[in-house]
Structures are given as C-alpha cells and as structure tokens.
C-alpha cells in the first residue's frame, strides 16, 4: 500500500513563503505524475500543480502560476511545492497525490496524502 506524507504547512504571513514535501512510502509504485491540491473551508477540492514523472513536465493553476513551483527528487521519491508571494487566500489543506496511469494531470489521481494545513494571515 502507497502512502503519501506532506509536511512543510503552517502559518505565514502574506507575501512569504513556504516549502511543502510529499515523500512516498514505498520506492517503487506506478506513477505517470504527481500533484498537489487543496481544499479550503466550504470550497471544493482544486487542483493546484503537477509534474509528470517520465519527462518532468510541469502544469499549474491559474491562480498560482508565477508564484508557485512544483519539483521532484527521483531518489528519494518525493514531490515538493515551493510557494512564494502567498496570499490569504491561499490558505487551505495542501494535498499530495499520485497518479499510476498516464492520462490528464488534473484528476484520475489514486493514491491521496492526509493533507497539511497552510494558512496565510493577512
């Protein structure tokens, strides 16, 4: 069983910054990519950031784009999300995703981390 681990969330003020990690549990799993989301209270899930793990493409949101950055260590099977200029309305539950088959990075994820808190005061 694949376990995903965040850690990295906490509290910022607005314009720092902040540096999430996704460490896999096992070393060898399928994985076409790799992501992020986030959920805020009373919104939806959304997705935030991706990187394909054959070719290292990477795909964001509009809302983060230019401010966030999204890598990966192959050694050590982690995915990190280095985010800057944050605003309060970044804030939200950050999750780690892995996708197994090859398709669309922003949906059709199969494995899910338990999330880590960011929040961004005003």
């Known amino acids: 069983q694949v376990q995903l681990v965040e850690s990295g969330g906490g509290l910022v003020q607005a314009g720092g910054s902040l540096r999430l990690s996704c460490a896999a549990s096992v070393r060898t799993f399928s994985r076409a990519a790799m992501g992020w989301f986030r959920q805020a209270p009373g919104k939806e899930r959304e997705f935030v950031a991706a990187?394909?793990?054959?070719?290292?493409?990477?795909y964001y949101s509009n809302s983060v784009k230019g401010r966030f950055t999204i890598s990966r260590d192959n050694a050590k099977i982690t995915v990190y999300l280095q985010m800057n200029s944050l605003k309060p309305e970044d804030t939200a539950v950050y999750y780690c995703?892995?996708?197994?088959?090859?398709?669309?990075?922003?949906?059709?994820?199969?494995?899910w981390g338990q999330g880590t808190q960011v929040t961004v005061s005003s």
């Open positions: 995703a892995a996708r197994a088959l090859v398709g669309g990075v922003t949906s059709g994820y199969d494995y």
């Open positions: 990187i394909r793990w054959t070719d290292g493409n990477t």
